[in-house]
Each structure stands twice: as C-alpha cells, then as structure tokens.
C-alpha cells in the first residue's frame, strides 16, 4: 500500500518530515480504506505536504472513489 | 546551527553599526549587560532574520512594528540584520509587510523572552496553544483538514437541500391530491396513475372549443361592424335628400339656374383659352378680359346655388362611400358566417345542438337570430375551455412533480454517499492528526518534565504536564501534580517555578527541531542560586542538543559564574551603557584567569591590578575547594571569608591528599598533586594585602617579581584545578569517585570525592 517514491525514499535512508511522516500515514489509511484510489495516493501526498489540497480537490478524490468503487461493484 | 557573526545597522537601539563575533568552537554564548545595554536588540535581530518576527516588538501594544523595529536615527531602508552560521551568510530587510531574508532558509531560531513564558504557563488553554501552535501543529495538513471539513459541511447541505426540495415536491403533488378529494388512498399512486392518463382528446376539444369560441367571436365583431355600416349608410342617404330638397327650395327662388351652368362652363371655358377674344355663348366679339369679369360677377350672384350644388354632389359621394364599406362588410360578414356555419357542421359540439343554425345564403335577419342564439352559449364554451386547460395543466405538473421527485431521489442517494465518504475521509484525517500532535505534546510533555525535574529534584510541586482538549479545538492544557492533587501550574507555582516551566516548555520545543538556535532573553531572574546553578546545569547539558545557545542576561552573578569557570563553559560577550551618539558598545569578556595572565605578562607591571586580580582568583578557587569538602569556617553574615581563613580551613590531611588528574584528548592521564600549588599561594598571600588591597608604607619593600610571582602562583594552581578543554573547575560528582568538570567534558578530575576522616 505505500506510496512506491516514499518506500524508495526509505531506502535511500531520507528523512521525512514531520508533515511527510504524517501525509504518508494518512494517505496510507486512505487507500487501506477504500477512501481514496491506490492511483491518486501520490499526487495526495504532496499535496498535502504543500498544503494544497482544496474543497474541490477532496471532493473529486471522494468522487472517484466513489465511482471506483461503484465500477468494482458493477463488475 | 552555530552562530558565526551577527551584524546589524539601524535595528532597535544599534544607531551605529554593530558586529558580534562569536567563538563557534563553544555550544554557549553568554551575553551581559546591564538593563538598557541592547541584549534585546540583539535577540530581536535573530528573530529577526532567522524567523521574519518582530522579535519583542511582537509581544507588545501600542507600538507600530514596521516604524519601531527601526533605530531613532535611522530610514526603513537603512535597516539590515545579516548572519553568518556554519560559514554562510543570510541577510535580512524590512519588506513592505514583514522581514525578508535572503536566501529563504535561514537557520531556525528559538527565542524565548519573559512574556513567552508568561503566555506558556498562565494564559488560557486557547491562548497557550495559540502561542505553541509553531511547534506543535503541522500546518500545511490543518489547511488541507479545513478545505476536507468545509466540503464535507458543503456536501451536507447539498444533500439537505435536495431533500427540502423533494419535499416540496411531495408538498404540492399532496395538495393537488387533496383538492381532487383524496382518490386511490395514496396521494404518489394517484400522481403516478393520473400522468399516465392520455390527455389527447381533452387536448382536442379544448382546440375545437378555442376555434368555434374564437370563429363566434369574430362573427360578432363582424356583424357588429356591419350594424355599424348599415347605420353610416342610411344616414348618408338621409343627408343627400336633405341635400337635395335644399336645392329644389333654392331653384324656385333663383329661377335662372340654367344661367349658372352656363356661365360656370364658360368661366372655365375662358380659364382654360386666355386668348380668346369672343364670347364663348353667342360669338360677339368681345375682349377676353371683360368677358371673365363679366362672368365672374355673374357667377360671384349665384353663389348660393353653388354651394348648394358643391353641398350635393359632396353628400351624393359619402353616399356612394358608405355603400361600399357596407358592400364590403357585408361580405366580410357573411365569410365570417360561412366559416362558423362549416365549423359548427364538420363538428359540432354539444353547448350549441340545441341552437337552430341558419344557412349561409339566408337572410341576414335568419341568420342574426342564430348569432344570438350562439352568443348566449359562447360564457359556457368559454368555462368549459377553462376547466378542460386546468385538467392539463394539473395533468403536467403531476408530471413534472414526478419527474423533480424522481431525480432528487437519486440525487439525494450520490449526495448521500458522497458526504458519507468526506465524513469518512475527514474523520481519519482528523484522528491522525490529532493523534501526530499529541504524539508531539507527549513528548514534549516528557521531556519538560524531565527537564523540570532536574530543576527542582525531590520537591513537592513537580510533573507538569500537557494535554490536548479534544473538546475543543486548539485548546492545549498545562497541569502540574500538587501532593496528590493536579491542577494548573498558575495556581500554586512561584514565579520561579512559572519561570523555570516556561524555560523548560521552551527547550524541550526546540529540542524537537534538533539544530535550531536557543536565544534566552533575560528570562531567569526570579530563580535563587541553587536553582540558578541547576539551570546552568541544564543549559550545559541540553546544549550539545541545539546549533547554539546564546543566553543574555544582566545577573552578574551569572557573568562571575562563566568567568571564574564555576559551571558554565561559554563564549563571553559583554554589553556596556547605551547612548544616543554611539548605540550599543560590547567587547568580548575574557576569563578571569586570561585577564590575570595577560597582566602578568605585560613589562610593565600594574602591581596593584596583578595583585588585587590574583587575590580575587585565589579567593575564588580556595572557595570552591572549600566549598566542595565542607571545611570548617566561623560562620559569618554575609559569609565572606579573607583568604588566610579559607587557606587554614583546608585541613593537612585533605591538602596532602587533594589531587587532580588532567586527561588530553589522546586519553593521557596528567596526576597533579594540589598540596605544592596550593601552599605556594598561600604563603605569598600577604602580598595581596600589601599590595593590591590596602595603602601601605611597606608595599614599597615588595619587588615586581614577588608580585608576579603570587600571581603566577595563583595561575599555576587555576591552569591545574580548570579543566584545559572546557576551563570548568570540577563541580560535579555523579560518579560517585570523584569531581568532574561539567557537562559532557569531564576531562578533569579532582580527588578525593569527600574529605578524608
């Protein structure tokens, strides 16, 4: 489930910040949840470290995870 | 971080340039100076510049920041703040709204003033997270929570308001429901079924009854124009036989009327041939201008006949006129007629069966009998029109109700679920984060405690500790255990202990950025020397943890500490009196013993000054020993002691076994016995006295080499008794074997631990 730069951020032994250690978990649960698609955890990621995410961008994110989930329904 | 160089121009009270070097090699740097020397305007720069605050200013009302931050003397433009740290430069200006430093990552800065702690310790719990809130919130994540909740609250009231609406649908379709008296039970079965009912043939006769409504009016607007023309027509012929009867009465009273015909044609006659020259009637020759004029007397005499004659040929063509505007009503009329008669054959309806309907080519009397008949049925064609368009318009608004109903159902149910995610998304966002920052405020909380408790060992009031309030948000409480109770630290806590918490709070908060630069603004001066001593116990240890400590303070005693090397290893700075011509004036403080030894070495010798210094040094280092064995003195108030009294309270058997063992950085070990060094001083001793204490006619007998020599003396046993590295005298004995010098050093040693039996 993680975010593949963070794991190889990891690796490279780069330490995050406060703020990233805190997205990364967030974005984790997330997707862990069904919350938010596997495909958006990246972009969530820095932008909420930026401070970045608006009303309309939460609500795209629920929306296609709503319509995610409604396609693995359907399927 | 460890600060270099600060250098500052027309900030706060540097009217005048101003550069601070500072020793990088040491963790601590302690600034002294007496109230009013510029210690604040030096912690204010490094706000200023590593953290883009006002510094004190910020803390403070009534004052305008942007003009105050700016030295009496000096332009908005002439300030700069400029800082060198591990050997780079940033440098700072005042921007249109607030600091601006260059490059943009500029070493963090912890500056912790009076009014900090204050804000810490005393405020509301809403205020003390306010003030913490830097520290302890991640901001970036709290913006992205705030967007999160604000959609999430948008989302919700999407989804009330489509209820509302649905309701209103159902409202209406209720109503329309009720007014039909309640048919099929259920007002959605009996919406449901009457929109399925074909309106087709209700539509129909609604066409049919407009048409033959319209067409029946028409007729009788056209029969009405036709009453019109009949009647304009009669009275034109009313008015030429008038106009005619008129003129018979004037023909009996002008018996030549003949004559008038006659003398009108040849008027125009005469009009029309102005060369002729004989009377037109009888041919005489006659001139043509005599014969007009006869003419027109003639004529000007029978003008009554005239008008008369203009008068009905005038009436005989509005005669002619309205004969043909009825002519042509008439036709109009009777179009009308056909057009009403074809509608009412094709198709007739049931309001007008009962009405006998004439034949097109009737008369016109027949058929005005039946335009009255139909005129009387026309205000029920015209209800029932009315009645049939209320059917189809409930009929579409069943519809579109259904329609409204139907969409909002669906709409309701994505709204629904799409707030139900938000919810669900904001929630763990929510907990996340409020599990991250009371991560933070448990480990601060920890590590203040630890830090207090080092403070204050073994004492009553103790454990403070924060708490986030998830009651509220930003909301952060601070409480401390009382014997067995808790309760806030302002309630019980001395100004003191409020001092040594908020300094605590304030290291374990910079602590958490690692290498951030630890400014001590004049915060501790409620603390007695006990705890002073503890604090700068702290500060030594705590020290190795951040870039650099600069604690500035007008606490001599303070000063004496770093000076003498009693517990603090720390670069010195000293502040001298601000003025208006110069600003702030510093110079590096060297230790007491540099001094000495600088003294010693000049050729020429201050004999007093050399004498008095090594006297104070010896005072100094015979206390601490004396201090550290518990020798016997006579007690005293003040307890000040001369220096034969603290010489002859070292006993002989300590002096023979007093010793210190020096370790290089290589690990040699250097024993030094202190017996010899220490003897050697005392027994020049007097020369202080003689020398650099008192007016003495016997001090001319005492040579320069006696003098240097006590002093060297001195400096022998200071260079065995401070440790090379940190020149700290030993004060600590947590070994449990002997005394060390202080903080993480620990490269001096004095033995024993306690004074032998």
């Known amino acids: ?75 | 971080m460890r600060v270099e160089k600060l250098r500052f121009t027309h900030f706060r009270g540097a009217i005048q340039p101003v550069e601070l070097t500072f020793d990088h090699r040491k963790p601590i740097t302690l600034i002294f100076g007496e109230n009013g020397s510029g210690k604040s305007t030096i912690a204010d720069a490094i706000d200023f510049i590593c953290n883009q605050k006002f510094g004190s200013l910020e803390l403070r009302r009534g004052v305008r920041k942007k003009d105050h931050i700016v030295a009496a003397n000096g332009r908005s433009s002439d300030l700069s703040v400029e800082i060198v740290c591990n050997g780079e430069t940033w440098r700072a200006y005042l921007g249109k709204q607030k600091p601006v430093t260059t490059p943009d990552n500029a070493p963090k800065a912890f500056v912790l003033r009076r009014a900090n702690i204050t804000k810490v310790t005393e405020e509301t719990d809403g205020e003390r997270y306010q003030t913490l809130a830097d520290f302890i919130t991640v901001a970036n994540i709290e913006s992205c929570e705030a967007e999160l909740r604000k959609v999430a609250a948008a989302v919700n009231k999407e989804v009330d308001n489509a209820i509302q609406q649905k309701l209103a649908a159902e409202t209406t379709l209720q109503n329309f429901w009720v007014e039909e008296g309640r048919p099929n039970g259920n007002y959605m079965n009996w919406a449901r079924q009457s929109s399925q009912q074909a309106m087709t043939a209700l539509e129909a006769q609604i066409e049919a009854d407009t048409v033959l409504h319209r067409q029946l009016e028409q007729v009788l607007n056209d029969d009405h124009s036709l009453h019109r023309a009949a009647q304009q027509r009669d009275e034109a012929v009313a008015m030429l036989e008038k106009a005619r009867q008129e003129m018979a009465d004037a023909l009996q009273v002008q018996t030549n009327a003949a004559t008038l015909s006659t003398l009108r044609e040849a008027r125009r006659y005469l009009q029309a041939n102005p060369d002729s020259t004989v009377c037109p009637v009888c041919a005489k020759p006659e001139p043509h201008s005599s014969l007009l004029a006869h003419v027109e007397t003639a004529l000007a005499r029978l003008q009554t006949l005239l008008t008369l004659q203009e008068q009905l040929e005038s009436r005989q063509k509005a005669l002619t006129a309205a004969e043909g505007v009825y002519d042509n009503q008439l036709g109009h009329w009777r179009n009308s007629y056909r057009a009403l008669h074809h509608l009412l054959s094709s198709a007739p309806i049931s309001l007008t069966a009962s009405v006998q309907i004439a034949p097109v080519d009737t008369d016109i009397a027949t058929i005005r009998r039946t335009l009255a008949q139909l005129e009387s049925k026309l205000p029920a064609v015209k209800a029932r029109i009315e009645a049939a368009e209320k059917r189809v318009n409930q009929h579409n608004a069943l519809k579109t109700h259904l329609h409204t109903i139907d969409e909002l159902a669906e709409v309701t149910v994505e709204k629904q679920a799409l707030a139900q995610r938000l919810r669900q998304m904001h929630d763990l966002v929510k907990e996340e984060r409020q599990q991250h920052v009371q991560r933070v405020v448990d480990s601060i909380s920890a590590t203040v405690a630890d830090m207090y408790n080092r403070i204050h060992p073994d004492e009553p009031l103790g454990n403070p500790n924060f708490n986030l309030n998830t009651r509220y948000a930003g909301s952060l409480t601070l409480s401390a255990t009382f014997g067995n109770r808790q309760a806030p630290p302002g309630a019980y806590y001395s100004e003191a202990h409020l001092d040594t918490l908020g300094l605590c709070v304030y290291l374990a908060l910079a602590r958490q950025s690692g290498n951030a630069i630890v400014v001590l603004d004049d915060v501790l001066t409620s603390v007695d020397g006990p705890h002073l001593r503890r604090i700068v116990d702290l500060i030594n240890e705590e020290a190795p943890t951040f870039g650099h400590v600069i604690v500035t303070t007008h606490q001599r005693a303070w000063l004496n500490m770093v000076r003498y090397g009693k517990g603090m290893e720390a670069d010195l700075i000293e502040l001298y009196g601000w003025n208006m011509t110069n600003g702030m004036s510093h110079s590096r403080t060297p230790l007491a013993v540099e001094s000495l030894r600088t003294a010693v070495s000049t050729p020429h010798l201050d004999r007093q000054k050399v004498a008095s210094a090594a006297g104070v040094l010896l005072e100094q280092l015979l206390d601490t020993l004396t201090w550290r064995y518990a020798c016997s003195l006579p007690r005293k108030n003040p307890p000040s002691y001369t220096l034969g009294e603290l010489s002859s309270a070292i006993s002989g058997k300590l002096l023979s076994t007093l010793r210190v063992e020096q370790i290089d950085s290589d690990g040699t070990i250097h024993e030094i016995p202190l017996k010899p060094l220490i003897e050697a001083c005392t027994q020049g001793s007097w020369i202080r006295n003689q020398v650099g204490a008192h007016f003495n006619i016997d001090e001319a007998t005492i040579s320069d080499n006696d003098v240097r020599q006590f002093a060297q003396n001195t400096l022998a046993l200071a260079d065995a008794l401070q440790c090379d590295h940190c020149r700290q005298l030993p004060a600590n004995n947590k070994t449990g074997e002997h005394w060390s010098c202080g903080g993480t050093c620990k490269k001096l040693r004095l033995h024993p631990l306690q004074k032998p039996a």
């Open chain 1, 1 to 75: 489930m993680e975010n593949p730069e963070l794991a190889a951020g990891k690796r490279h032994n780069i330490q995050l910040t406060a703020e990233e250690k805190l997205a990364n978990t967030i974005v984790n649960r997330l997707v862990a949840q069904g919350l938010l698609p596997q495909a958006l955890a990246e972009q969530t990621f820095y932008a909420l470290c930026e401070g970045k995410l608006r009303e309309a961008d939460w609500r795209l994110l629920a929306e296609k995870a709503l319509d995610k989930a409604a396609r693995g329904n359907n399927r």
